[in-house]
């Protein structure tokens, strides 16, 4: 009985203190502090240049077949100069780098060797 007098008394005293006056909303906005949050991390970065890939697709005595093109031994293939013909690969100098650019499959293998 002593609880239930106290928690009316209470209740009493604080509708007199707000009775007469609005209670203050604070201005608060949850969506611009999301915005906040979600834009730190969204930073724009540039992609990154995909190596180019080459395939291999003939050897035919000195020059080869390198995605459709023919080239000679010193010939420029995009940024990389054309340096050792092999037996099943060739051998690419790119920036002080050796690049090995090798047929895609074994059945893709085309050698031809010619006599003079």
């Known amino acids: 009985m002593r609880y239930f007098s106290l928690s009316v008394v209470f ?3 604080a509708l007199h203190l707000y009775a007469g006056e609005p209670l203050a909303v604070p201005n608060y906005d949850p969506f611009k502090q999301t915005e906040k949050i979600l834009n730190k991390h969204n930073v724009v970065t540039t ?3 995909q190596k180019k890939a080459y395939i291999l697709y ?3 005595d000195e020059k ?3 995605d459709g093109r023919f080239y000679k031994i010193g010939d420029k293939v995009g940024r990389c ?3 050792k013909i092999m037996q099943e ?3 690419l100098q790119c920036h002080n780098k050796l ?3 090798e047929f895609l499959t074994k059945r893709t293998y085309k050698r031809v060797d010619t006599k003079e």
């Open 11 to 13: 209740s009493l005293f």
């Open 47 to 49: 992609p990154l240049k």
């Open 58 to 60: 003939a050897i035919y």
């Open 64 to 66: 080869v077949n390198i």
């Open 81 to 83: 100069n054309l340096w």
């Open 89 to 91: 690969k060739v051998l």
């Open 99 to 101: 690049k090995t650019v």
